[in-house]
């Protein structure tokens, strides 16, 4: 913490801007770990070729999905923590923008959350499965294909506010006379990307936007620049009010 001492003498207590790049920098290792585990380890497991086969996996690894629900529930915790840490890094180049910005990560994680019940309303249907209630077992396992399409469809119309978070994010950084201009670029092109692939996916799905993968490493390049340099800024906490 920054102490300030204001005009009328009370004592403001402000993060440092060293303090708010570091909380930003950990913030975005810690998703960086988590919802890949999710995603591309634990999921894969229990989600089979049809909808009995993933019914079945879930049932007889309810505990690997539950860890699942619970890695993207730590990252969505996270998104709220950057969005607050980033929005006073920022402060100092526009303070309006950086709050919009902000608020842009917010929404997104909003829907993010809204996402996500589908996969909790996945368990309690396990859990009705579990305690031996009566179910029909093809409605059950489609109703279980069903909740998990729902929350893939929903959390990747969501990354479409996520790549206008980028694209705001990245002009920020690249107005910041504090950052080196190439971050501001890495995110505007990792926004935009974003923002591509979202689209096409809804209104051109048979288009192949596989090449767009390699513009979603902004945002880890920038994490290791907040960890290793942002960390060390000096002087303008003052100015970041």
Request: aromatic share 14%; hydrophobic share 55%.
């Amino acid at each position: 913490m920054t102490t300030v001492k204001t005009t009328n003498g009370v004592i403001d207590n402000r993060v440092s801007l060293a303090k708010a790049s570091l909380i930003a920098g950990f913030g975005l290792l810690i998703m960086v770990l988590t919802v890949p585990f999710a995603e591309f380890y634990i999921f894969p497991k229990v989600i089979g070729q049809n909808s009995t086969e993933t019914a079945g996996n879930i049932l007889n690894n309810k505990l690997l999905f539950t860890t699942g629900i619970f890695l993207h529930l730590i990252t969505l915790l996270c998104d709220i923590i950057v969005a607050w840490a980033l929005y006073i890094f920022l402060k100092p180049v526009h303070k309006d923008l950086s709050l919009l910005t902000a608020w842009f990560r917010l929404i997104y994680t909003a829907m993010y959350i809204i996402a996500l019940v589908n996969l909790i309303k996945v368990l309690n249907l396990i859990n009705i499965e579990n305690q031996g209630e009566p179910t029909n077992k093809l409605e059950f396992s489609n109703s279980i294909e069903f909740y998990i399409s729902s929350f893939q469809l929903e959390w990747q119309f969501g990354l479409l506010i996520f790549g206008i978070y980028l694209c705001l994010l990245g002009y920020l950084v690249f107005r910041a006379e504090y950052i080196p201009k190439i971050f501001g670029i890495l995110l505007l092109v990792a926004g935009f990307g974003y923002v591509i692939n979202t689209l096409s996916l809804f209104l051109i799905p048979s288009a192949n936007t596989e090449f767009l993968m390699i513009t979603f490493f902004g945002e880890l390049v920038f994490m290791f620049w907040l960890l290793i340099k942002g960390s060390k800024i000096r002087g303008l906490e003052i100015q970041s009010e």
